[in-house]
């Protein structure tokens, strides 16, 4: 049976330096046949890091700046045409603008890389095949299918929605960013669709930046740890389920990597992965898991049976919910009184007493008429709702707009300055 190979290659103690990871990034790809294996004179490469929001490398969110220009200048030093750096942030959110605060956009600014925003180019249509039943027509853009060689650069870190987010989940910031809502409100054809995606427009190489990672509550509220490793797979199946098992999570429950497997995309089965380069033992390092729940908060929630899943709705809702968290912010959102979020068709038994509380935000094209019309209500629509356009509509109706925005442009700016000067050293 097919078998797969993750190489992992240690970085020193908080070693990020250009010299320290690129020595990392060759040890592990000299394990799977050297660097030129996959990068070869004349090739247009394009890689593919997280930058999924504005937060800067060492919060465990996106990928390193720094590695992302070591990896450039050793694709330009191989030999290829053209190196793209192209990625899709988070809903409603400019993909521009947030690779500038994390810093990416600076750290390889004096590169020959061109940057390439996915959610401002065009985008076709292609054919994945009768397998693909309703997804097999899907739009994708056209820069992938103009790409020699792609090299997939994930963060290392959990996430709400999988046990991880890493080197399969990545490629959502592929797909267009309508149609990942789409896909989203249905649930189980997110991960499908992405599964098709990296079929067809797959890495042939994924370099894991598992430098600074992340823990917690993933993919905006993590709490960053370093843990030092540089992953590397032709296989992102294999790549996931490695990071998975290293992190003590059940690697069998990462959905974006099994519905690849089960496609033929890569291998998921433990026993059929040979590690390269150090022992399980010496990379392993349990972390804290990422808590799915929605109850954990100084609010009222009600959720319904449609418009309310977690991978839509309900999960944009819960990766704000648990950023507040992290920064201290329900302390503020709590001060009108205890606020209630209602997703979707929920019904509210205690609708009039939940009013009378506080705040009372109602989420989603799916909720009942008799709520989302309400006139003591804020109705944020969409389904599901983006996350970014969610968190201003719901601060603005809950009455702290006028604090909120002005705050959340300094913590941008701040995010600014710290991605700048990480992607730097």
Not at 180 to 190: A, I, M, N
Not at 294 to 308: H, K, M, Q, T, Y
Request: include cysteine.
């Amino acid at each position: 049976m097919e078998r797969a190979q993750v190489a992992l290659a240690p970085l020193g103690r908080e070693d990020e330096s250009e010299k320290g990871l690129e020595a990392a990034v060759r040890a592990a790809t000299d394990l799977l046949g050297g660097w030129d294996r996959f990068v070869r004179p004349g090739r247009r490469v394009l890689l593919k890091p997280n930058q999924t929001l504005w937060m800067p490398e060492k919060t465990g969110c996106t990928t390193s700046p720094r590695l992302v220009r070591v990896l450039v200048r050793m694709a330009f030093e191989a030999g290829a045409k053209e190196v793209w750096i192209a990625e899709s942030s988070g809903h409603a959110q400019q993909s521009r603008a947030v690779m500038k605060n994390t810093g990416l956009a600076a750290g390889v600014k004096d590169t020959r890389a061109r940057m390439i925003y996915l959610d401002e180019i065009a985008h076709g249509v292609y054919d994945f095949g009768p397998d693909a039943g309703d997804l097999r027509y899907m739009p994708v853009p056209e820069i992938m299918e103009r790409a020699d060689v792609i090299i997939n650069v994930p963060k290392a870190k959990t996430h709400i929605v999988d046990p991880i987010s890493c080197a399969c989940k990545n490629w959502v910031g592929v797909m267009p960013q309508s149609f990942r809502l789409f896909l989203q409100r249905q649930g189980g054809p997110y991960y499908v669709g992405n599964a098709w995606l990296l079929r067809k427009f797959g890495p042939s190489l994924t370099i894991v930046d598992g430098g600074w990672a992340g823990e917690g509550q993933g993919p905006g509220g993590n709490e960053a740890f370093w843990w030092g490793w540089i992953v590397a797979s032709a296989d992102p199946v294999a790549a996931d389920v490695t990071v998975a098992r290293l992190f003590d999570l059940d690697a069998s429950k990462v959905r974006m990597a099994t519905e690849a497997a089960r496609i033929g995309v890569g291998v998921d089965d433990p026993g059929r992965i040979d590690l390269l380069g150090a022992a399980f033992q010496d990379a392993r390092r349990p972390v804290k898991a990422a808590d799915p729940r929605v109850d954990i908060f100084p609010c009222n929630v009600i959720v319904g049976r449609r418009g309310a899943t977690l991978e839509g709705t309900l999960g944009h809702w819960k990766t704000i919910a648990d950023t507040w968290n992290g920064m201290g912010l329900w302390k503020l959102f709590t001060l009108r009184g205890r606020p209630t979020f209602l997703f979707g068709d929920g019904e509210d038994p205690d609708f009039e007493k939940h009013l009378k509380e506080g705040p009372y935000v109602v989420l989603d094209d799916a909720a009942q008429d008799r709520y989302k019309e309400h006139p003591d209500v804020t109705f944020v629509p969409g389904s599901p709702v983006p996350q970014s356009y969610m968190q201003h509509e719901m601060i603005e109706g809950m009455g702290f707009g006028a604090i909120y925005e002005p705050g959340l442009a300094v913590q941008k700016m701040i995010s600014r300055f710290k991605g700048r000067r990480q992607a730097k050293g």
